[in-house]
């Protein structure tokens, strides 16, 4: 199995909005021409685990869809991973969600296994991407791509879609497992203020409803 898989991804016109928004089409149009002037050449790679199940995959396939019916070049990547792989991401998905999920640690033996599993994915993702491309990645469990595909000179750009309003001891462990490999990141993506972890650069964090 490959690292790395392309997910395919349609384009669907943005004219089906134009009924719904009425006069507020033009703002949609206005974007549309914008587009070239800004991504221009430019492609924009968002990586997650998986292409079916969950709020993130259901979310690309539709925005995804749309960002190419305005003419953008959207690409969708998700990384594979051994069982032990997803074990230690799900135990940190629960972690952020201060939930202890199976009980098991984050500690030095949980690390090596997350950072292995990104090795591969990192190497394919930085030869399909070309300097100036922007790379969105999504939540967790490609976290660890973050510094490799800096070194690639592209924008990258961590989408974090999970947060909890008041985090204790769980949630903050599992926070400070992922710090250190999404500081490198351009930008920050959180949904909501409460969401953005301390230890960030504010200047760079965005603030984007689901």
């Known amino acids: 199995m490959a690292a790395i898989e392309e997910v395919p991804v349609s384009a669907i016109s943005l004219e089906r909005f134009r009924p719904v928004l009425g006069e507020g089409y033009a703002e949609v149009e206005e974007a549309i021409e ?6 221009g050449g430019r492609i924009v790679w ?7 199940g969950g709020g993130v995959a259901e979310m690309l396939q539709s925005l995804l869809a749309y960002g ?3 003419g ?8 594979s991973g051994n069982p032990d792989f997803f074990r230690v991401t799900k135990r940190i998905h629960n972690h952020l969600h201060e939930s202890p999920g199976d009980g098991g640690p ?4 949980e690390r090596e296994i997350y950072e292995r599993a990104q090795f591969e994915a990192a190497d394919e993702l930085t030869r399909l991407a070309r300097k100036g491309d922007i790379v969105y990645i999504h939540d967790p469990q ?21 947060g909890i309003d ?34 960030l650069d504010r200047e760079k964090v965005w603030l984007v409803p689901p």
């Open 46 to 52: 968002h990586v997650n685990s998986t292409a079916r």
């Open 166 to 199: 008041h985090p204790g001891e769980l949630a903050r462990g599992a926070w400070e497992f992922l710090r250190r490999y999404v500081l490198d990141a351009d930008a920050y993506v959180f949904s909501r203020q409460r969401f953005v972890w301390e230890g």
């Open 106 to 109: 984050l500690g030095a033996e």
């Open 68 to 70: 190419r019916g305005a």
């Open 72 to 79: 953008a070049d959207l690409r969708w990547l998700t990384i």
């Open 142 to 162: 490609p976290a660890g791509l973050v510094s490799h595909v800096k070194s690639a000179d592209v924008m990258v750009v961590w989408r974090c879609h999970i």
């Open 34 to 39: 914008r587009t070239e002037e800004v991504l």
